[in-house]
């Protein structure tokens, strides 16, 4: 029996996933101060707002896609052969479950693997407010946004309240 912070370790040096959040208003994210500091580097990185219509590019190669499962205990999971339970990958403590996670597996590592993500199918491109504006990542972004008639924001700390506010670029 494997305890399950080593599986999902394990697992994810073999997978690539990819996390997005379901929501109908784009400003829970956008605004969502926990979650710029979490996965977007302490605000150093960015955030994509894609429609609807990318959910079939990222079904394409994904090996399992399911909602996040929000639960209060972890899971010891047995390891079967080549492989192991998915189970993990889709479980988060029940803390977590503000984020209303979706998941997509992918059996290789790589953006190969994952697709590219067409531009049609990306609304809008949010860059952290600490994000490096000198940054090669940086430029690759705001170009790619040019190029295809992305709208890109940056973000910035409100001066008077706890949230962040998009300023065109």
Known sequence: VIHYHEQVKRYNTRRAIICLVKTDDANYVRQNLLMWSHYA???????????????KPLLKNCIDNRPIDYKKELVEIDECGDGY???PIFRKEERWDYEKEERFLYEEVGLHSLGNHPAECINAIYLGCNIDNKSKCYQEIIEFA???????????KS?????????DI
């Open 146 to 156: 040019l190029k295809n008639g992305i709208k890109c924001y940056q973000m910035t």
């Open 85 to 87: 339970e998915l189970d």
């Open 159 to 167: 001066p008077i309240y706890y949230e962040l506010i998009p300023q």
């Open 41 to 55: 580097d302490s605000h150093r990185g960015f955030c994509v707002e894609y429609k609807d219509s990318i959910k």
